[in-house]
Structures are given as structure tokens and as C-alpha cells.
């Protein structure tokens, strides 16, 4: 699936902890954990809210995608909830590019 999206959007994916695929997995796992043993509301709640931004970060309109990168950037530094957010957007290198405002 990743290689697909990547075909589609002409871009390789982010490398390293941004990357997608990896983010995935971790989501996979997380799930198979969840279903083969025991879990918390408070741990499926986790998953509901991972596999959603994970699906938002891969599957947004890339016009939603750049609207909210600029106005993240425009915001003053706050600090770790800003990278947080950053790490929720981004899904390829065309997000992280620098582009004329539109």
C-alpha cells in the first residue's frame, strides 16, 4: 500500500520516525496486541485515535494538508505539541518543501 501511495504522489516517503510504513506497523501492532490479550478502554481509545490520525495523515487532500502546515508555521514556537502536530501532517517529502503561498 505504501508503494502505491508513493507512485501516486511522486514522492519518496519521509525516512526514518515520520516514516509512514513504520508508523503503520506500530499501529498493526498495537491492534494484534489489543486482540490477542487483554486491554483497557483507555488502550483501545489510544488505537481509535492512532488509526485515525494515521488515515488522515495519508489520505488528506493535499490542499487541507498545506492550509494547516502554514498555519502551523505561522503560529509562535510553543514547543513539543507543535512537532506533534507537524508529525500528524506530514506523510512525504512534497509536505515538507518549501512552496509559494497560495
Known amino acids: 500500500m505504501i508503494g502505491y501511495l508513493e507512485e ?11 516514516d509512514p510504513a513504520a508508523e503503520y506497523q506500530r499501529v ?6 489489543i486482540l490477542h490479550g487483554e486491554a483497557t478502554l483507555t488502550d483501545v481509545s489510544g488505537l481509535d485515535e492512532k488509526t485515525i490520525t ?10 487541507t494538508v498545506v492550509r ?8 509562535p514556537w510553543s514547543g513539543q505539541p507543535q512537532i506533534e ?12 518543501r518549501s512552496s509559494s503561498p497560495g
Open 8 to 18: 501516486k504522489n511522486g514522492s519518496d516517503r519521509i525516512s526514518g520516525d515520520l
Open 54 to 63: 494515521w488515515f488522515n495523515r495519508m489520505f488528506a487532500p493535499p490542499e
Open 28 to 33: 498493526r501492532d498495537a491492534a494484534s496486541d
Open 85 to 96: 502536530r507537524l508529525r500528524t501532517l506530514t506523510s512525504s517529502q512534497h509536505h515538507l
Open 68 to 75: 494547516e502546515l502554514r498555519a502551523l508555521a505561522a503560529e
